[in-house]
């Protein structure tokens, strides 16, 4: 089955910089990749998503680049800021109800 | 405002018993999950329901039941078979379980062995 590797586990970056998370799937199959956020005492949320037919998603401070051959996919959060502070999950989707998730990224903004 | 709730927050479970935690969502969807989450790992999913009366065992069931008599509810049972249940446990909805759906997640409950 799918197996969902995600790196660093912690990072800690400045106010201002930018922060960079990555993750490798196995299954070349997979073409639904999502990440969630995920805060103190609370359920994640999906925070940007992005389709094997795509290469590169941004939302504001937030853009997702997915490597298909490569089988590896990122999140970059520009001018980070400390409510970016959180858990933040990657995961990889093949078919209904299978949804893969990653060990999950600490990412600590010091003021 | 719409959403999923889950209770209690906490709970405590005794050797030997088994323990319920609730689920309700007011979204309208069709698609019901329950994931683990252990300290240092991604969720695993327990277990799914896209419609009502019905469901599928995911990953890591054993030791768990559910059901799915209201498409509101999918309430989850640790039974005394599960012999490590202390972990965080997370229900998420989805509009019908389609591959590529937003999943909305409730706040959890922690769960922990006396």
């Known amino acids: 089955g799918e197996n969902v590797e995600q790196h660093p586990s912690t990072l800690s970056v400045q106010e201002g910089d930018s922060a960079v998370i990555k993750c490798t799937y196995s299954?070349?199959?997979?073409?639904?990749f999502p990440w969630y956020k995920q805060e103190l005492g609370k359920g994640p949320q999906l925070i940007i998503d992005?389709?094997?037919?795509?290469g590169e998603k941004k939302d504001q401070r937030i853009a997702v680049t997915l490597n298909k051959t490569a089988k590896h996919f990122s999140l970059h959060i520009t001018e980070t800021q400390p409510e970016d502070s959180a858990v933040y999950f990657c995961?990889?989707?093949?078919?209904?109800?299978?949804?893969?998730f990653g060990a999950g990224t600490r990412l600590t903004v010091k003021p | 405002d719409g959403g999923i709730t889950q209770s209690p927050k906490y709970l405590f479970r005794k050797e030997g018993q088994n323990v319920t935690l609730s689920c309700e969502q007011n979204?309208?969807?069709?698609?019901m999950y329950w994931y683990r989450q252990d300290p240092g790992q991604g969720l695993r999913l327990i277990y799914y329901?896209?419609?009502?009366?019905?469901?599928q065992k995911g990953d890591i069931a054993e030791g768990y039941s559910v059901s799915r008599e209201k498409k509101e509810s999918f309430p989850l049972t640790v039974t005394s078979a599960q012999k490590n249940p202390t972990a965080f446990y997370l229900c998420?909805?989805?509009?019908?379980?389609?591959?590529?759906?937003?999943?909305?997640f409730g706040s959890g409950t922690q769960l922990s062995v006396l």
């Open positions: 998420a909805s989805s509009i019908m379980g389609g591959v590529d759906e937003k999943l909305f």
């Open positions: 299954d070349s199959a997979s073409n639904y």
């Open positions: 992005i389709r094997s037919n795509v």
């Open positions: 995961a990889a989707s093949i078919r209904n109800n299978d949804m893969r």
């Open positions: 979204l309208n969807h069709d698609a």
């Open positions: 329901s896209q419609i009502v009366n019905d469901f």
